[in-house]
Nanobody
Framework: VQFVESGGGLVQPEGSLRLSCAPSEMIFSIRAMGWYRQAPGEQRELVATITGSGITNYTDSVKGRFTISRDTAKRTVYLQMNSLTFEDSAVYYC?????????WGQGTQVTVSS
């Protein structure tokens, strides 16, 4: 199984993007999911998580700006990103939380630039 991320792009500071993530195959268990990101030269970091019951958690740098959500019927997880800053530029990935090493997808590039 791999996750397929989409929705990234080039955006100006203070802009918004909505990322989507779906598994390449049907997975039937409702498990906690996470959005992660990796900037050039940096380690991959956890950005946001959502449990099967919808409880969310965010890293401090995105609190109040990002919103993670999930559509259980579509097996899709979303990340709404508002008020983007240069520091949000990275490749964004989704995976289970905790992550499953063999399930990383290609990610989707988010570039914040003026």
């Amino acid at each position: 199984v791999q996750f397929v991320e989409s929705g990234g792009g080039l955006v100006q500071p203070e802009g918004s993007l909505r990322l989507s993530c779906a598994p390449s195959e049907m997975i039937f268990s409702i498990r906690a999911m996470g959005w992660y990101r990796q900037a050039p030269g940096e380690q991959r970091e956890l950005v946001a998580t959502i449990t099967g019951s919808g409880i969310t958690n965010y890293t401090d740098s995105v609190k109040g700006r990002f919103t993670i959500s999930r559509d259980t019927a579509k097996r899709t997880v979303y990340l709404q990103m508002n008020s983007l800053t240069f520091e949000d530029s990275a490749v964004y990935y989704c995976n289970l939380f905790p992550s499953e090493p063999g399930w990383w997808g290609q990610g989707t590039q988010v570039t914040v630039s003026s």
